[in-house]
């Protein structure tokens, strides 16, 4: 009896290795699309197109547009530092290929916090707010 495997065998055994191999990508290939589904259906885009499909009348989305943050100061003065967010005419051009109009935009301010510290040389104290810009876009079926 020959000690360890026959050619045959050790082309049998590679075989079935690129097999499982590729049995295994395949299913982390497909995994992989059904969280890109997934993620998108979740975002105004995939919203969209459901509620179109669904033949809805209408269609809403809230995005962020700004961030306003801060940093105390020990004099007692307030550094706000605003954020933009310009993505978003992108994304609603891409809605309304899907079929949809602009109708309306309405936008509020959303406070998350703020900090107030007396001033050191002066009277009175400084104020950082913090919070954000959300817009809410609302669209008329165009169809």
């Known amino acids: 009896?020959?000690?360890?495997?026959?050619?045959?065998?050790?082309?049998?055994?590679?075989?079935?290795?690129?097999?499982?191999?590729?049995?295994?990508?395949?299913?982390?290939?497909?995994?992989?699309?059904?969280?890109?589904?997934?993620a998108f259906l979740a975002s105004p885009l995939g919203?969209?197109?459901?509620?179109f499909d669904r033949?809805?009348?209408?269609?809403?989305?809230?995005?962020?547009?700004s961030q306003l943050t801060g940093e105390p100061s020990g004099?007692?003065?307030?550094?706000?530092?605003?954020?933009?967010?310009?993505?978003h005419v992108q994304l609603l051009?891409?809605?309304?290929?899907?079929g949809w109009r602009l109708e309306n935009v309405g936008y509020?301010?959303?406070?998350?916090?703020s900090t107030s510290t007396a001033r050191m040389l002066s009277t009175g104290e400084g104020t950082v707010n913090e919070g954000y810009v959300s817009a809410v876009y609302l669209f008329r079926r165009a169809t």
């Open 1 to 38: 009896m020959a000690w360890g495997k026959t050619e045959e065998q050790k082309q049998a055994e590679r075989l079935q290795q690129e097999a499982a191999a590729r049995d295994a990508a395949a299913q982390q290939k497909a995994r992989d699309e059904a969280a890109r589904q997934k």
């Open 47 to 51: 919203r969209a197109h459901t509620a």
């Open 55 to 65: 033949g809805d009348g209408f269609f809403q989305f809230q995005a962020v547009t």
């Open 75 to 87: 004099f007692g003065s307030s550094g706000n530092a605003v954020r933009s967010h310009d993505d």
């Open 93 to 98: 051009a891409q809605v309304e290929a899907v």
């Open 108 to 113: 509020t301010f959303v406070p998350t916090g």
